[in-house]
């Protein structure tokens, strides 16, 4: 969603008079985010100038696989191959993920429990640059035929360092969606799922989700969504319009406008129709990422987290150590982490959450937008929910009638979270409630590109940067979370 791009210009302006240096003193040799991020910023101006110069995706790869060519060479036995898909999102290009793509592809090459024979590959994708506009069917069509291709090729490519005579039998896909990206993601998976036939559940190994394609078992592994409007933008947008200027703006983006405004029935079927959520309930796991407290202009926490004021869908606080820890800071980087919570939605079997709306629900004039709601957190998904306000360079008090529709009464948001976590277990209204609103203040909001350290450009890199401690915690989560296939594939 490019409105934000118009707010940045200022912001940098900002920004640097505040911190005349990006970052001054970086932690010694060691395993831990510091030297990745030190890495990932001196390599920054090579990387880009081999964009410029058009460098092939070819040599790219070469390097991605320079620490697993020795691991494969001397396998024993067939291989696993991980692939890990990142997709840009609205006007977005391949590079705008590229210091995830660095933090994960430099944490899997460091974790201990990757065997030999195994190998691990990120790709960002880059079939809709400059191509964003014509809609989400478009678009995850072109994903699907870009997804295709690339398991093609890194099969074929494994199988060359393989020890001969040996093959890669199964391969686990992953994704991770950025705004719009996620809705590809998301239409992309259902039409692999058509494509790769299903293998019937009938040996120990298998829970009758695993697929078949080019005569390999392909697997759905991990699903994640950063900032992506699972709800579409209609009635989700920053300040409330009406309804016709909504049909303007969406007239304005094109069919891409349309679906994600609603004009269309995609979004809807999307979230509501058996055919998109038994895809994506086939990933072992599923997470999304969201920005709280009214800190993103195109994406709010809502449609985000698919959060419903009149939904009462569960949802169950996790104790992690990352959450709400001001004091995870690093010595050489002012940021910390800003997880404010952390919560799951258990999966419901399909019977049972088939009609989501025969309680007080139905009470609402929307009861497709609740319906959506409670059939995605039916699936099961962890949600993790970023403050970013303290990282936010100007903020103005919630004085104006307009604004202070989003403002929260006298109790302060950090005291309502905590009341809702020693509750332990919350419905989707409290979070909605309290989650999707400012505090007192309204904060720049920047936090769409700068949850995901936004890093298409040194500019935007550096204006971004505050996002890093979060995506450095979703990198040891993913790399962990798709690496555990093994582990319970693997017979005790």
């Known amino acids: 969603m490019s409105f934000v791009v118009i707010i940045l210009l200022p912001l940098a302006v900002l920004v640097a ?18 030297l990745l991020r030190n890495d990932f910023d001196k390599n920054r101006s090579t990387n880009e100038k081999d964009i410029l110069r058009g460098a092939t995706e070819q040599q790219r790869h070469d390097d ?19 692939l890990c898909f990142l997709v840009h999102g609205h006007r977005g290009r391949s590079s705008d993920l590229s210091y995830l793509k660095s933090i994960v592809e430099n944490t899997a090459d460091q974790h201990d429990s990757i065997h030999l024979g195994e190998s691990f590959v990120v790709h960002s994708s880059q079939c809709n640059e400059d191509k964003t506009h014509d809609g989400i069917v478009t678009g ?34 992953s994704l991770v969606g950025n705004s719009l990206g996620g809705l590809y993601a998301r239409y992309a998976i259902s039409r692999l799922r058509d494509i790769m036939r299903v293998v019937d559940g009938d040996d120990d190994d298998n829970d009758g ?26 009635s989700h947008t920053y300040i409330p319009v009406p309804r016709a200027a ?23 079927n999307m979230g509501t129709n058996p055919y998109f959520l038994e895809a994506l309930g086939t990933f072992r796991k599923r997470i999304a990422y969201a920005n709280a407290f009214h800190t993103d202009f195109p994406v709010p926490s809502s449609t985000a987290a698919f959060l419903n004021p009149y939904s009462n869908s569960p949802h169950r606080f996790v104790d992690d150590e990352s959450v709400n820890n001001s004091t995870n800071k690093h010595d050489n980087y002012p940021y910390a982490a800003n997880i404010v919570a952390k919560v799951h939605t258990e999966t419901i079997p399909t019977s049972s959450s088939s009609s989501p709306t025969n309680d007080d629900d139905c009470h609402h004039n929307d009861d497709d937008m609740v319906r959506m709601c409670k059939s995605l957190d039916a699936l099961g998904w962890k949600k993790v929910f970023v403050d970013l306000r ?13 604004l202070s529709t989003t403002a929260s009464n006298s109790t302060s948001m950090e005291h309502k979270i905590t009341d809702l976590r020693n509750r332990k277990v919350v419905e989707s209204r409290d979070l909605h409630q309290t989650i999707s609103k400012a505090d007192r203040k309204l904060s720049l909001p920047i936090g769409h590109n700068m949850i995901v350290a936004f890093s298409r450009s040194t500019f935007s890199s550096y204006v971004n940067r505050a996002g890093r401690p979060v995506m450095d915690d979703l990198a040891k989560e993913l790399v962990e979370d798709i690496l555990l296939w093994r582990m319970e594939k693997t017979p005790a």
Request: charged share 25%.
């Open 17 to 34: 008079h505040r911190e005349s240096s990006l970052v001054s003193a970086w932690a010694a040799k060691s395993n831990n985010p510091q």
């Open 140 to 173: 995850g069509e072109r994903l699907v035929t870009e997804i295709l291709d690339v398991i093609r090729h890194e099969v074929t490519d494994m199988e060359g360092r393989l020890s001969y005579g040996r093959r890669v039998e199964d391969v686990t896909i």
């Open 64 to 82: 991605k696989h320079k620490s697993t060519t020795s691991n494969m060479e001397d396998r024993g036995g067939n291989g696993v191959l991980h």
């Open 246 to 268: 909504e049909k303007r703006i969406a007239e304005a983006m094109g069919p891409t406008g349309r679906d994600l405004f609603r004009f269309s029935d995609l979004v809807r």
């Open 209 to 234: 989700t695993d697929m078949m394609w080019i005569d390999r078992r392909m697997h759905f592994n991990v699903f994640c969504s950063t900032a992506t409007p699972h709800l579409g933008v209609a």
């Open 390 to 402: 303290q990282n936010i360079p100007f903020s103005v008090p919630l004085q104006l009638p307009l």
